[in-house]
């Protein structure tokens, strides 16, 4: 099962956002980091009211519309012109009770086309949830922020395949460009791998995102603890990409961070090339005997990550370090 989780895990390294993250809403608990992409965003979906409407007031103000629903309360927090409040549960089926995020979206916009953003905060409902919706409504939204709950449980064979269906779907259309630990909860270790059993996610569009590299630096300059009595809960590393900033030997050649760029050098020559993250990561998993066929392989049986975000290049990198007969 570590396997398992590890390959999940790696599908979620965060990538860096191109135009920067910003945060909005409250500076603890109730704020989050999404990309600085907000223009032309029709439409909020905020599923969850709690006592704060800082993010949702924030969506206002760049003139969304902001669409909330919650079964257990009867309105949201604050009253705002362009809120639009639903007396319901979101959840796998639409009934007296729950609204499908489907029916949802559909019921409360009339563009079909139009960029949306969903905040979800739904505690444990996120994955039937995103399991459930379907690929085309997922990719309305622009910007996906989610706060998944109940992680410690990734070793329990059931919630590992709810969890992996639900990251699953969202990755279909989107990457992770954020994670934050909330240090209202404790983290579980097992074997090499720290989980904190609640955190946010931050996803962007792919077709947002023009150049696939992973975000190395954490926690980030915005990031805030949620309770501020607690200590910092800092993401673990085997969250992200941070083994990349070791400098690697592999016989006569260095490779190491120069910047936000990965260059290798020849010890001997001296001569330089730039590598971008796809061939970083090759860098790394290759051992200076394997062919082209062979790490193909290899990336695709041990590194579960998807195509638009590190097979891409994977021909062409391969090709620039054979002709500096790295590999």
Not at 103 to 108: G, L, N, Q, R, Y
Request: some cysteine; aromatic content about 10%; overall charge negative.
């Amino acid at each position: 099962m570590t396997t398992e989780i590890r390959n999940l895990l790696r599908t979620l390294h965060p990538l860096s956002s191109p135009s920067g993250l910003v945060r909005m809403g409250s500076k603890d608990d109730g704020g989050y980091l999404v990309p600085n992409d907000l223009i032309g965003i029709e439409a909020c979906f905020s599923p969850g009211v709690g006592y704060n409407s800082g993010f949702e007031k924030d969506c206002a103000g760049l003139n969304m519309q902001v669409f909330l629903a919650d079964k257990s309360v009867d309105g949201p927090a604050e009253i705002h012109e362009l809120f639009s409040f639903t007396k319901k549960f979101l959840g796998p089926n639409s009934n007296e009770d729950f609204i499908t995020l489907d029916d949802w979206v559909t019921s409360s916009v009339q563009s079909s086309t139009s960029d949306l953003l969903l905040q979800i905060d739904i505690e444990g409902g996120e994955y039937e949830v995103f399991s459930t919706a379907s690929k085309a409504v997922m990719q309305r939204f622009r910007i996906i922020v989610a706060e998944f709950h109940s992680l410690d449980q990734i070793w329990n064979d059931e919630f590992y395949n709810l969890a992996d269906s639900a990251f699953s779907k969202i990755l279909q259309t989107h990457s992770c460009v954020h994670i934050h630990p909330n240090n209202f909860c404790s983290v579980t270790q097992q074997n090499d791998l720290d989980i904190p059993s609640v955190m946010e996610f931050t996803f962007l569009r792919n077709d947002r995102i023009n150049n696939f590299d992973f975000q190395v630096n954490y926690p980030h300059r915005l990031d805030r603890d949620n309770a501020s009595d607690n200590p910092t809960l800092k993401l673990p590393k085997c969250w992200y990409r941070s083994d990349i900033l070791k400098p690697v030997r592999k016989q006569n050649y260095l490779m190491q961070q120069d910047g936000v760029n990965f260059v290798v050098q020849n010890t001997q020559t001296k001569e330089k090339i730039s590598l971008n993250d796809s061939a970083a990561l090759i860098w790394h998993l290759a051992d200076g005997t394997r062919t082209e066929i062979e790490i193909m392989e290899y990336l695709k049986s041990e590194v579960e990550v998807g195509a638009a975000t590190i097979r891409r290049d994977v021909t062409n990198c391969i090709n620039e370090l054979t002709r500096l007969r790295v590999l």
